[in-house]
């Protein structure tokens, strides 16, 4: 379980009085009295935020992260302060450095060796598999001559067998606490990489990052796991609190795969490649990084999924990051009893600002890196050396070299790379829009290899040109015939896209026929044949021409509005952008849960997920399936049967195990679902015997995808959790009594009779009166949810007035300090508005709230609340 530690004052006569020693009361840390803090940075560094302590003991760790009270020193609204808020942070260039606050004012707050300085110390106790135990935040003072600095290659000399440095025994302790933390955060699910050979490690935010030059392996995971940890210490402990801060969220894309599987990645390119190249570093970082989204600041924790922390803070980086000095004002006054300079609303409108400069600088980056590419490009071709131009700088150098005439060199090298097969339609469909000298001659041949060696690029290679011309033609239409047996039949295709139609081409199979078609539009619109003369088809039986759009262009074609599409187009096309997503990840998700809350996301396209190896879309399925056990609950056999034939095995019913408890005018079921080797937990307290057959085959899929743990073949549903699923039961249907009858949407719910709410402030507005103001017994035997909700009479009626003051927000932080999965929440349009439904799993079981509104926003909050009411309400 997890402690504060007291707080002890530094006192600063002397430099060993600095660290953490065995506590001498459970609960309290004191003072070693051979301590130095460790400053860790870069030769010549002259912003130090940070210095750390760490003492091994037999069980564990102590650590303390001592942070430069940088607040102290800078005035909340001064110039300096307006300044460092137009920077956002400390910018590191190859002309120098430009400090956030000014030399003058960094000189003046930087840790020093020679000069006291005030810090906020943030002690952690951790176990020997990196649990953190206890934890305090305080403020203290460091001592002149009680840090002393380190760079990265002192660190590593320090840490060599046959060191004589004074604090070899301290260093060592950091970095197996280090390499500790870092393996746990990778068992918890992380994206958390540290190659030491090849200098590749992932960021504080969780990319994938090489080292740059002066930095060591060792005393980089030092720092970075030390102030990971010390700034999730932080968020948790300003959540506990209820203290406003900015927090660091990190959102999963819809389409990143989980943690294990980019860790697999990783590893899979890492052992293939004994010296990693820069070109090479930088596609595999390009390819694992663009699976993850930014990191924004928002005054509510929301989660780090890079981190895979449920609540993080930027707080160790005042000198060089506002965040950090915002944060820490707010830090400092609660320890100071002063009210926090900044109102929710304040630190709103920061975080935004913050976020926006990023973002601009970002993109003023990336625009001029793109410069800077094209320049390279051209250089590249100047020079006729292309040994080591791959992927994104390949194609550059063929969209420069298009517009010219075509250098030798160059054709050389297509040739070269068309007869390797390394040409994909991207790149053929660029030099297919060449205008240069030379460039027809050679795309002849290219196309003459292409079609040998990688036949299956015509349609990817219709679709970029398509995509490259930017117009809203319709994707290629395929006409079709069948001749011969049945047995042995004999298949004739023709495909017209652009106005240009191709020959009739046969093949033994529809696929082959259509594709053969496909390249002589290729063909055509590369200007290397002309369009075949319109003929009429074979005259072959009687099976009649069927026309639809081409099987393996209309997925890839230009953007076709796939809200539009239905039936086997629509079936067509997610399941060749599950495939090959093509850049539509975020379109087609979004699509996905429109139609999953729709009740109408089909079998067929969810299997397809489930099937798709890569695993990069099982946590979008999660969501889809969380959503369709409400929407669609009928749907999860077929499913099942579905991703069966999809991964060509013999289909059959997944085996039910089915246990009745209760009454017999009131049973409860018990049920278990197995196929193959994946066996469910016990789906529980269900009134009705189908619904949790249903719930139970939907936990299948979700045991199948690897978002939720198999159950044990020795589990045995308990008289406890009958009891906690009954009551859950109950709240789901009159949470859930409100939809429609055989139509799977929500109407208004009963207790939301007359005009809806329409915004949060409204939903507060109604709150009643807390009713109770004693901490219920039921509460008092989870010590995290007295934390949430106990304390004397006026600390409730505080905690309960912030709680409905922002339901939503106070429920996520909930969630969070309860180191609980994040709530699930259910959405539906109604008339006039939407429904919500949230489900928080707590200590004392599942909570659900349901609440209507007339926008998305306000639905959560009034679900919300309903699950605020009845936490403080519990007896």
Same mark, same amino acid.
């Given at each position: ?65 001592? @942070? ?5 020193? @800078? ?65 203290? !003072? ?83 796991? !030390? ?36 860790? *697999? ?45 449920? *609540? ?74 292309? =040994? ?19 250098? %030798? ?300 743990? %198999? ?163 519990? =007896?």
């Amino acid at each position: 379980m997890h402690r504060h530690l007291g707080r002890t004052p530094l006192r600063s006569r002397r430099v060993t009085e600095v660290g953490l020693a065995p506590p001498r009361r459970p609960g309290r840390v004191a003072r070693s009295c051979r301590m130095t803090a460790l400053m860790i940075d870069g030769a010549g560094s002259l912003d130090r935020d940070d210095a750390v302590t760490v003492t091994e003991r037999g069980d564990g760790w102590d650590a303390t992260v001592y @942070v430069a009270a940088v607040a102290d020193v @800078v005035p909340l609204g001064s110039p300096a302060d307006r300044s460092a808020l137009a920077r956002v942070h400390t910018r590191y260039r190859r002309s120098g450095v430009k400090p956030m606050l000014g030399r003058e004012l960094e000189d003046a707050a930087t840790l020093s060796s020679t000069q006291p300085r005030p810090v906020v110390a943030i002690g952690m106790r951790f176990t020997n598999d990196g649990s953190l135990t206890a934890s305090s935040i305080s403020r203290d !003072l460091l001592p002149a001559g009680a840090a002393i600095a380190y760079t990265h290659q002192q660190v590593g000399a320090a840490l060599s067998p046959n060191s004589t440095d004074p604090q070899r025994a301290q260093l060592s302790a950091a970095y197996r606490l280090a390499r500790t933390l870092i393996a746990a955060r990778r068992a918890a699910g992380a994206f958390a990489v540290f190659d030491a050979a090849r200098g590749m490690v992932t960021s504080e935010e969780g990319q994938l990052v090489a080292m740059q030059s002066g930095q060591t392996p060792a005393a980089y995971l030092i720092v970075q796991e !030390l102030m990971v940890a010390a700034n999730a210490t932080l968020a948790r402990w300003a959540i506990e609190l209820e203290l406003p801060i900015l927090f660091r969220n990190h959102v999963r894309s819809a389409v990143a795969p989980p943690a294990d599987a980019l860790l *697999a990645d990783v590893a899979a390119e890492l052992s293939a490649s004994p010296v990693m190249t820069p070109d090479a570093l930088q596609a595999l970082t390009a390819r694992v990084n663009q699976t993850l989204r930014p990191a924004t600041y928002q005054p509510v924790a929301i989660g780090h999924f890079g981190l895979q922390i449920p *609540a993080y803070a930027h707080a160790t980086s005042p000198l060089r990051r506002y965040a950090d000095l915002v944060t820490q004002r707010q830090v400092l006054a609660q320890l100071d009893g002063l009210e926090p300079p900044y109102a929710p609303s304040v630190l709103d409108d920061i975080a935004e600002a913050i976020n926006s400069t990023l973002r601009d600088r970002a993109q003023q980056i990336s625009a001029t890196a793109s410069a800077t590419r094209r320049k390279q490009a051209a250089t590249t071709i100047a020079s006729g050396d292309y =040994t080591h131009t791959h992927g994104r700088d390949w194609l550059r150098v063929l969209r420069i070299a298009a517009d010219t005439a075509l250098p %030798p060199s160059l054709a050389t090298e297509v040739r070269r790379r068309a007869d390797a097969g390394e040409l994909d339609g991207g790149q053929l469909a660029v030099m297919m829009r060449a205008t240069g000298h030379g460039w027809p001659g050679l795309l002849e041949q290219v196309i003459a290899a292409a079609r040998r060696v990688t036949p299956h690029a015509a349609a990817s290679t219709i679709s970029a040109w398509h995509q490259a011309e930017d117009d809203d033609r319709p994707a290629p239409q395929a006409e079709y015939r069948q001749d011969g047996p049945p047995h042995d039949p004999t298949f004739t295709a023709r495909v017209t896209f652009a106005g240009v139609a191709s020959s009739w081409t046969s093949a033994a199979s529809k696929k082959l026929a259509e594709r053969e078609a496909l390249w002589e539009i290729v063909e055509v619109l590369a200007g290397v044949r002309d369009a075949p003369t319109p003929a009429d088809p074979p005259q072959v039986g009687d099976t009649g021409l069927a026309r639809q759009p081409a099987d393996q262009a209309t997925p890839e074609g230009a953007p076709v509005e796939l809200e539009t599409l239905s039936g086997k187009g629509w079936l067509r096309a997610a399941r060749a952008l599950i495939s090959d997503p093509a850049g539509r990840e975020d379109e087609l998700a979004r699509e996905l849960r429109r139609r999953a809350d729709d009740g109408t996301l089909e079998p067929p396209v969810v299997a397809a997920l489930l099937a798709d190896d890569s695993g990069r879309w099982w946590p979008l399925l999660g969501e889809l399936v969380a959503t369709m056990r409400t929407t669609a609950p009928h749907a999860a056999n077929s499913t099942l049967s579905a991703w069966q034939q999809l991964r060509g095995a013999p289909v059959g019913s997944p085996d039910l195990e089915v246990r009745q408890f209760g009454t017999p005018h009131a049973p409860l079921f018990a049920i278990r679902a197995r196929l193959q080797q994946w066996l469910t937990s016990w789906q529980c307290g269900h009134a009705k015997k189908a619904a949790a057959t249903q719930q139970a085959l939907w936990d299948l899929v979700d045991v199948i995808a690897g978002n939720a743990p %198999p159950g044990a073949v020795d589990d045995a549903p308990t008289a406890p959790e009958l009891e906690a699923a009954a009551d859950r039961e109950n709240g789901k249907t009159i949470a859930l009594a409100h939809l429609k009858r055989g139509t799977g949407r929500a109407a208004v719910p009963p207790h939301a009779e007359g005009p809806l709410m329409s915004s949060p402030a409204e939903v507060t507005a109604s709150a009643p009166p807390l009713a109770h103001t004693e901490v219920p017994a039921q509460v008092r035997e989870h010590a995290a949810l007295v934390a949430a909700l106990g304390g004397t009479p006026t600390e409730r009626a505080k905690k309960y007035r912030n709680a409905v003051k922002s339901p939503t927000a106070w429920i996520n932080n909930l969630a969070a300090v309860l180191h609980s999965d994040a709530p699930e929440v259910d959405t539906t349009s109604i008339e006039g508005g939407y429904t919500a439904t949230i489900t928080i799993n707590t200590p004392v079981g599942a909570v659900v709230g349901s609440g209507a509104g007339t926008n998305q926003k306000t639905a959560r909050a009034v679900a919300s609340l309903g699950i605020v009411l009845h936490l403080f309400s519990l =007896t």
